[in-house]
């Protein structure tokens, strides 16, 4: 019962989190907004999954993105493209195998697939914001 709780509890704070990143973002748009009440309305675990992945589809996508136009942009570079290369197949091991750590704290449960998309969300955003900051060097040369 214990367990069930604290769950929930987890579950609920997660979804009210990124509500209110979602809120404060001044780039939200009102779809967007209405899907995020949506999920907290709703409550149910199914529903916050699906808006977890909704989300970390949206920042792995522009991840994606970014790292395409970095590499083009190296393109007369080879050595520091293979450098890219290799750091970010490096990077997908480590948020994969930390964000899975982090889940484990659910492991089990219902929560724990969340846990783990909002993980994959939360470090894919870190990492798309660092691919920018390389571009932009690039770009001041």
């Known amino acids: 019962m214990l367990k069930t709780l604290t769950t929930v509890s987890l579950s609920v704070m997660i979804t009210l989190s990124g509500f209110s ?49 970095l590499m083009t942009n190296l393109s007369n570079e080879s050595q520091r493209k293979q450098r890219l290369i290799s750091a970010q197949r490096s990077w997908i091991q480590f948020r994969d195998k930390s964000c899975s750590y982090e889940a ?3 492991i089990g449960g219902s929560a ?30």
């Open 104 to 106: 484990s704290e659910a």
């Open 112 to 141: 724990e697939a969340l846990l783990l998309t909002n993980c994959l969300t939360r470090v894919t955003a870190q990492r798309t914001s660092e691919l920018k900051q390389y571009l932009s060097s690039l770009s001041q040369r």
């Open 21 to 69: 990143t979602l809120m404060s973002s001044s780039l939200a748009e009102p779809v967007q907004i209405a899907q995020a009440a949506q999920c907290r309305e709703d409550g149910s675990t199914i529903e916050m999954r699906k808006c977890a992945q909704d989300k970390y589809a949206k920042i792995d996508k522009e991840l994606n993105q970014v790292y395409q136009k």
